[in-house]
């Protein structure tokens, strides 16, 4: 820690709030990161955010190429001493969330992402992951402990939400490691915890992925509400054409959007699909 702590010293960086920086300074921890990554010597590694570099020196030793992108262009003299002699690393100080992915997977083919990520950027970054990330093979992310069990929920617990089964269209999200604050340099308010999605070809088979997105974002509408209400409303049905669909998908007319698993919101948007 003490090194890093230097090395930031060394050229007068000073964390931005805004940008929500902690870095990683623990060598187990950072090691344990990047092996739950599971790189071989042969893959390309996506890192955002990457800091101070401490986690991009770990994934240069085990990857063939790492792409790290940096939004703090005041880490660049910190970033040319800490990657010194890591000749397979290549900084973009761009925002990731603005990069063309299509362009991106064209560029570097196949990769896996593995990022300790800012807290507030956390959702927003996987949800497009999932959504636009071609040739993403797995997600190895460090995130604020709520939202990994947010991201490993099961149906019927107050954890599971429309991020839950977002993902079970895409693979399976596992917490490999639960972290401390102190780990963490400056340590943050909350622990945090490193969650692997695993992206898996047909992982939720479904007539239509835009009718399941739409089934999800309907569930998930109203948590208060029953889900034949949450149907009338997102897609403006009168109450006995949405208590037929949901008796068509085998649902109880009753049940909310968070009782129902991944498996049966692609049930009963195929279901939707079909019926519109």
Not at 100 to 107: C, D, M, S, T
Not at 165 to 189: C, D, E, H, Q
């Amino acid at each position: 820690m003490e090194r890093i702590r230097d090395t930031l010293k060394k050229y007068n960086f000073t964390f931005k709030k805004s940008l929500g920086q902690n870095f990683i300074t623990d060598e187990n921890l950072l090691n344990s990161l990047a092996e739950a990554a599971g790189i071989g010597k042969d893959d390309v590694v996506v890192e955002i955010g990457c800091g101070a570099g401490t986690l991009t020196r770990e994934l240069c030793k085990r990857a063939k190429k790492v792409v790290a992108y940096e939004v703090d262009k005041d880490l660049r003299p910190v970033l040319a001493e800490t990657l010194r002699g890591c000749d397979n690393a290549e900084v973009v100080f761009r925002d990731f969330s603005k990069e063309n992915l299509k362009a991106l997977y064209e560029e570097i083919g196949e990769y896996t992402v593995a990022a300790n990520l800012p807290y507030y950027i956390t959702t927003p970054i996987v949800t497009r992951l999932l959504e636009e990330g071609v040739g993403v093979k797995s997600v190895c992310v460090m995130v604020q402990q709520e939202v990994a069990e947010r991201f490993c929920a099961v149906e019927n617990t107050p954890e599971y939400g429309a991020i839950t089964a977002a993902i079970a269209l895409r693979g399976k999200a596992t917490i490999v490691k639960k972290v401390s604050r102190t780990m963490f340099y400056p340590a943050p308010n909350v622990d945090s915890a490193v969650v692997k999605i695993d992206f898996i070809k047909n992982a939720l088979p479904v007539l239509s992925e835009e009718m399941y997105k739409k089934t999800v974002r309907c569930a998930f509408l109203s948590r208060r509400k029953t889900l034949e209400n949450n149907l009338m409303r997102f897609f403006s049905l009168p109450r006995e054409t949405a208590a037929e669909i949901l008796r068509t998908a085998g649902i109880d007319e009753k049940a909310r959007g968070e009782t129902l698993s991944p498996r049966r919101l692609a049930e009963l948007s195929d279901v939707l699909f079909q019926r519109f």
